[in-house]
């Protein structure tokens, strides 16, 4: 993030008081309780956000190699983003144009120059060609259909990849990042080095899982005897690019960074700062590493989550990697102790339908903005 910016976003913190209510956003939201429950609203924010995307993948460090391959389902649809030879990156449905078997398993791995089925052995090349249907002389010779894998549309930038799970329209990075482009740029994210990725299934909607990670008031109470006296509970810097949008959660001590001249002043050791890419994905900066969420929605109620840590640069020694591996445990340990428990008897009770709505309030505003933008993308949908 540019010093300017920094500089300017630790003003805006001078200026919202000791308690941050100058932080606060312009309205509270009352929101129906169903946006969590109801499975006709699912399927169209399957179809609409998930399906015709774009939806966020993951960072380029995953697929870094010729050959690596990123693999999700998104809208239902299973696709799979490969590493070309010259460094593009081709998105494919992940089915072989047989009878449909996956190709590509996993979250992510390398393949070679080819990709074989494991069903009947038809393989493919890593563009996607159909290379060669072995055993089979004859058996296909009055197939007219071109069976090379079905494309989707992938893009690449600022060392994040976005697809298009639903089909081969062009993915426009800029448009989709609206301004935020200039911070994430400068984060240099193509650089970092890829740790480990783990993933996890939680009986909760989508929506409630990014809630969790949106506002800091809960901080003080539901992480008491966690990261409550490192962190400010009060309010986090918002801030809106296009439908995705930026909280920054701050430390406690940011105060004491604000006495200092604008020129010695660094907000980077004091903020979490995550970037909401909406609907699949959230891409927090920490002081010395990152780290991602990818939602994959598998029903109203259940959502899989992806959880990646990425270094600034490869980990040079065992230790190194030791180092980071314990950041991500770390982080899962507090949200999967803390945050997403709760996050689940919450859904229970939404699902019980005893509770017509929740209320967003002003101390939160990431949390209203970001119902506010899927409402409006399911709105403008056809
Ligand atoms: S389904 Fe892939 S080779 Fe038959
Ligand atoms: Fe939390």
Same mark, same amino acid.
């Given at each position: 993030m540019r010093r300017e910016r920094q500089v300017e976003l630790l003003a805006r913190v001078a200026d919202a008081g000791p308690r941050l209510t100058g932080l606060f956003g312009e309205t509270s939201l009352v929101q129906p309780a169903d946006a969590y429950t109801d499975p006709a609203r699912f399927a169209r924010e399957q179809q609409? =956000? %998930?399906?015709?995307g774009p939806t966020y993948l993951g960072l380029s460090a995953e697929c870094a190699e010729p050959g690596a391959f990123i693999s999700a389902r998104l809208g239902g649809v299973p696709v799979v983003v490969v590493r070309q030879g010259d460094g593009s990156l081709s998105g494919f449905v992940n089915a072989c144009r047989h009878r449909g078997a996956p190709l590509f398993e996993g979250d992510r791995g390398t393949i070679g120059a080819r990709v074989a089925c494991g069903y009947h052995a038809w393989t493919y090349e890593r563009d996607g060609r159909l290379a060669a249907r072995p055993m089979s002389e004859g058996a296909f010779d009055d197939v007219a259909l071109n069976c090379d894998l079905h494309r989707v549309a992938v893009a690449e930038r600022y060392g994040i990849v976005f697809v298009r799970a639903g089909g081969?329209?062009?993915?426009?990075i800029d448009d989709l990042l609206g301004g935020a482009e200039d911070d994430l740029g400068a984060f240099? =994210?193509?650089g970092y080095a890829h740790i480990e990725s783990r993933t996890n299934t939680w009986n909760m909607n989508w929506k409630l899982l990014l809630d969790t990670f949106t506002e800091s008031y809960h901080i003080r109470w539901l992480h008491k005897d966690s990261i409550a006296p490192a %962190?400010?509970?009060?309010c986090t810097i918002f801030e809106a690019f296009g439908r995705n949008f930026t909280s920054i959660g701050l430390r406690k001590d940011v105060f004491d960074e604000l006495g200092k001249a604008p020129e010695d002043q660094s907000l980077i050791p004091y903020g979490t700062i995550q970037y909401f890419l909406v609907p699949s994905g959230l891409v927090v900066h920490q002081l010395d590493h990152v780290e991602t969420w990818r939602l994959e929605p598998v029903d109203v109620r259940t959502t899989r989550a992806v959880t990646s840590m990425f270094a600034p640069e490869p980990p040079a020694t065992d230790k190194a990697v030791g180092y980071w591996r314990k950041n991500l445990d770390l982080l899962l340990q507090v949200v999967s102790s803390e945050d997403f428990p709760l996050m689940e008897r919450i859904q229970q009770n939404l699902d019980s339908g005893a509770l017509p709505e929740v209320v967003y309030g002003r101390i939160e505003p990431p949390l209203v903005y970001f119902h506010q933008a899927v409402d409006k993308l399911l709105a403008a949908a056809p």
């Open positions: 609409v =956000l %998930f399906r015709d081969t329209a062009p993915i426009d240099g =994210l193509d %962190f400010n509970s009060d």
